[in-house]
């Protein structure tokens, strides 16, 4: 596997991205986007999983559970958090509502238009069950798959819109989220005991299904898409957890993460903005935006404490216990866990997912910072996100 860093020449889309920054001046007098629709798995699910788990005649999952969402919604909302995630902080930043759940109480399908609808679903996979089921790898949670969601909000475009010229207009003025998605292809895989080498054969199929969706949504009408690459997945608890006791030498000096998990991140990313590039060619009228979730978080990785992490960037706010305060058997929001007094000091939550506060700076860093491809700010002004989202104490 190859680092995108030096692989990836961003020089190549130049000539793409100029004309896309020209197609930026007929932003909405309202804002930029009327909407936002979004696509993806727990980094972005605001509430679906927990509304589908509702129905079921079984306890909830202990994400739907305090201590999740103690920290700003004081409740558990179905976030994978203790607080807000990265799409709220798009929302706010571009002055729009938070986005609710596709899911609505008791299953229900939510059809009304609104301000933007969130189809990510906790779990989802960029590609279907019959893939990973072929493989012998079973999804524990949902087979709400990228391409059951792109379903969903095709059926949802028959009850908002009066026609296909409706449909269009809405699409395009809406900024699509797609994802982050493709982790839990690898996620579900390696928790399945599948080696790393057989789960980087999949990156390939993960990057063909993302980039069929974002053709199908640009067919549908979607002018500006934002696509997330992976977070550092060998800096994740989990793994850290999981692979305990490996030699030194698979472990980076300078954050402790294991180094063969962040090339498999790396990987994903290299092809994904690979394939961005080709969809860029063939449309150069829509704005397609990387965003570089990976090396966003890889600034509190190498220094949580320059950033105000001072309790690391590793072990688990909430969790069971051990070395990084992960245990499986025993997850955060179990009877049996412990929960850290100051989460902002964290960067880990639970284990999988990340604090509030490094959402917060990720955040930040991608929509006030370089780590876009086109720069968001370019696309799209963000001037007054500070007085918006209070970001200034983050950084």
């Known amino acids: 596997m190859t680092n995108p860093s030096s692989s990836f020449s961003f020089s190549f889309i130049t000539g793409f991205i100029t004309l896309q920054l020209l197609w930026t001046s007929t932003c909405y007098a309202s804002g930029c986007y009327t909407s936002i629709i979004s696509f993806g798995d727990s980094l972005a699910d605001t509430g679906n999983l927990k509304q589908l788990d509702s129905i079921k005649n079984e306890p909830p999952l202990h994400f739907f559970l305090p201590p999740y969402g103690e920290t700003f919604f004081h409740k558990p909302t179905g976030r994978c958090s203790n607080g807000r995630l990265i799409i709220d902080f798009i929302a706010e930043g571009i002055r729009l509502p938070l986005v609710q759940p596709f899911v609505g109480a008791k299953g229900n399908r939510l059809m009304e238009s609104r301000p933007g609808v969130n189809f990510a679903v906790v779990g989802a996979t960029a590609l279907d069950s019959s893939f990973h089921e072929a493989r012998g790898v079973e999804n524990p949670l949902t087979n709400s798959s990228l391409r059951v969601q792109l379903d969903w909000f095709k059926q949802s475009l028959q009850s908002i819109c009066l026609n296909a010229q409706d449909c269009k207009h809405l699409i395009e003025r809406s900024l699509i989220l797609m994802g982050e998605i493709g982790g839990n292809d690898f996620n579900h895989a390696l928790q399945s005991g599948k080696s790393i080498d057989e789960v980087e054969t999949y990156i390939p199929y993960v990057i063909e299904a993302i980039g069929s969706t974002i053709n199908e949504l640009i067919d549908l009408g979607a002018k500006t898409l934002l696509v997330p690459g992976n977070l550092p997945i060998g800096c994740s608890a989990v793994y850290l957890t999981m692979y305990y006791g490996s030699?030194?030498?698979?472990?980076?000096?300078?954050?402790?993460?294991l180094i063969r998990l962040n090339k498999l991140s790396l990987y994903h990313n290299e092809l994904l903005q690979i394939e961005l590039n080709q969809i860029r060619e063939r449309h150069p009228d829509v704005i397609i935006i990387y965003a570089?979730?990976?090396?966003?978080?890889?600034?509190?990785?190498?220094?949580?404490?320059?950033?105000?992490?001072?309790?690391?960037?590793?072990k688990a706010c909430c969790g069971g216990g051990g070395p990084f305060n992960y245990n499986?058997?025993?997850?955060?929001?179990?009877?049996?866990?412990?929960?850290?007094?100051?989460?902002?000091?964290?960067?880990?939550?639970?284990?999988?997912?990340?604090?509030?506060?490094a959402y917060k700076f990720i955040y930040k860093s991608l929509f006030q910072g370089p780590y876009t491809m086109p720069q968001f700010n370019h696309v799209c002004s963000t001037q007054g996100l500070e007085e918006v989202v209070g970001l200034s104490s983050s950084m």
């Open 247 to 257: 030699d030194k030498g698979e472990y980076d000096n300078s954050t402790g993460c």
């Open 292 to 314: 570089d979730y990976y090396n966003a978080a890889m600034q509190i990785f190498r220094s949580p404490k320059k950033y105000g992490f001072t309790n690391g960037a590793l």
């Open 328 to 357: 499986s058997s025993v997850p955060c929001a179990h009877p049996a866990s412990n929960l850290c007094l100051q989460p902002h000091t964290y960067v880990n939550w639970d284990g999988l997912h990340l604090t509030e506060a």
